[in-house]
Nanobody
Framework: QVQLVESGGGLVQPGGSLRLSCAAS????????MGWYRQAPGKQRELVAV???????KYVDSVKGRFTISRDNAKNTVYLQMNSLKPEDTAVYYC??????????????????WGQGTQVTVSS
């Protein structure tokens, strides 16, 4: 089994910054894409940013230039640095990862995993 544990959410004023972290643990051979999604009240979950195992990144237009996704493959951790936050960024943020299960010596099957979600509120 694999768990994704998020941290770093909270309340911040408009224009402020937050850094989200998501650490994967468990039976892991490797991790392919890792990403962040968000869901605001009454809205569908949307992809915010994704990063491949090689470091290529993609962002939703509304966060380009303000958010930066990064990862530490040695720690199986993905980060989302959020700057110049706006009230419309308020949402529950979810970490996502496609994990190849197994261990250092055994490659199992791949599965999609989600974190429990962390609330980000941007308000004065």
């Amino acid at each position: 089994q694999v768990q994704l544990v998020e941290s770093g959410g909270g309340l911040v004023q408009p224009g402020g910054s937050l850094r989200l972290s998501c650490a994967a643990s468990g039976s892991i051979f490797s991790i392919n894409d890792m990403g962040w999604y968000r869901q605001a009240p009454g809205k569908q979950r949307e992809l915010v940013a994704v990063i491949t195992s090689g470091g290529s990144t993609k962002y939703v237009d509304s966060v380009k230039g303000r958010f930066t996704i990064s990862r530490d493959n040695a720690k199986n951790t993905v980060y989302l640095q959020m700057n110049s936050l706006k009230p419309e960024d308020t949402a529950v943020y979810y970490c996502n990862a496609y994990v190849i299960g197994g261990s250092k010596w055994y490659r199992g099957q791949g599965s999609d995993y989600w974190g429990q979600g962390t609330q980000v509120t941007v308000s004065s």
